[in-house]
């Protein structure tokens, strides 16, 4: 069974820094893609980072230059460093990792999400 365990949320002042992790294990399958989304409160959730295994990343252009994504192969692991934090980044930010099942089939799995809130 696939577990996605996030870590690093919590509560930050506008300008400050938080890491969130997010460990990935119980699949015999190989990762794909790890990433991170954001749902705020009444909104649609968005993708904020992604990174592949071959270390090609994607930014959500409101994060571009605040925010860096990273992995650790071999743990498993996708980092998400966050700088310069505003207001607008408050939300639940949820862990996705999509592993090849096959060479054409991919399995798309979510972690239970970590709220971070960033005060004015």
């Known amino acids: 069974q696939v577990q996605l365990v996030e870590s690093g949320g919590g509560l930050v002042q506008a300008g400050g820094s938080l890491r969130l992790s997010c460990a990935a294990s119980g699949s015999r399958f190989s990762i794909n893609a790890m990433g991170w989304y954001r749902q705020a409160p009444g909104k649609q959730r968005e993708l904020v980072a992604s990174?592949?295994?071959?270390?090609?990343?994607n930014y959500a252009d409101a994060v571009k230059g605040r925010f860096t994504i990273s992995r650790d192969n071999a743990k498993n692991t996708v980092y998400l460093q966050m700088n310069s934090l505003k207001p607008e980044d408050t939300a639940a930010y949820y862990c996705?990792?999509?592993?090849?099942?096959?060479?054409?089939?991919?399995?798309?799995?979510w972690g239970q999400g970590t709220q971070v809130t960033v005060s004015s």
């Open positions: 996705n990792v999509i592993y090849w099942v096959t060479s054409t089939l991919k399995s798309n799995y």
């Open positions: 990174i592949t295994t071959a270390g090609s990343t």
